[in-house]
């Protein structure tokens, strides 16, 4: 059974850094690409970010380019998301979720449970 | 505001059929990425409803099906029940921003 767990939320203040993981489970880690996408309260689903299986690709959002790094370990079947300069804006619930890929256009077919950031004084 | 444009709210009664829009441009639906899916009920981890427009993955019930034309997309559910109650997102891919957009979501209300 594929399984995403993301640990690492939790309360900073604006300007702090904090640091997302997802363990993953059940399916060859390094073959997929992963995404992280996010949830604002009261708002939609914004990807964030993503990373090829090698690791040796990776994409962000214009939100969030220059900020936030994502990795991953092959090793140890986990992905992870450094957030640094973190804004009020980025208060949300942030998902780790495996990628699938169709003629060029890629898609969600699996999602951990999320993980709440919240960016406050 | 989002790249793809979606209803913020349908509603129906059970039995019945609704449908929500996905409205994209020429920089995505338009340019030829696909249209996926998502249903997602607050407080649990969305899924993945439909894939390449008019895929649906094993599991998903055949009162769900999708459709593109141009730069839009639409999200068919016939014989509304309950457990539909939920958001639903369109997502695609977006050559200019290179990056995957989302729309707004739509609020499925079960009268």
């Known amino acids: 059974e594929v399984q995403l767990v993301e640990s690492g939320g939790g309360l900073v203040q604006p300007g702090g850094s904090l640091r997302l993981s997802c363990a993953a489970s059940g399916f060859t880690f390094g073959t997929y690409a992963i995404s992280w996408v996010r949830q604002a309260p009261g708002k939609g689903l914004e990807w964030v970010s993503a990373i090829s299986g090698s690791g040796g690709s990776t994409y962000y959002a214009d939100s969030v380019k220059g900020r936030f790094t994502i990795s991953r370990d092959n090793s140890k079947n986990t992905l992870s998301l450094q957030m640094n300069s973190l804004r009020a804006e980025d208060t949300a619930v942030y998902y780790c979720a495996r990628e699938q890929l169709w003629n060029l256009s890629p898609f969600i077919d699996y999602w951990g449970q999320g993980t709440l950031v919240t960016v406050s004084a | ?111």
């Open chain 2, 1 to 111: 505001q989002s790249v793809l444009t979606q209803p913020p709210s349908v509603s129906g009664a059970p039995g019945q059929r609704v449908t929500i829009s996905c409205t994209g441009s020429s920089s995505n639906i338009g340019a030829s990425y696909a249209v996926h899916w998502y249903q997602h009920l607050p407080g649990t981890a969305p899924k993945l409803l439909i894939y390449a427009n008019t895929n649906r993955p094993s599991g998903v019930p055949d009162r769900f099906s999708g459709s593109k034309s141009g730069t839009s997309a639409s999200l068919d559910i016939t014989g509304l029940q309950a457990e539909d109650e939920a958001d639903y997102y369109c997502q695609s891919y977006d050559r200019r921003l290179s990056g995957w957009v989302f729309g707004g979501g739509t609020k499925l209300t079960v009268l």
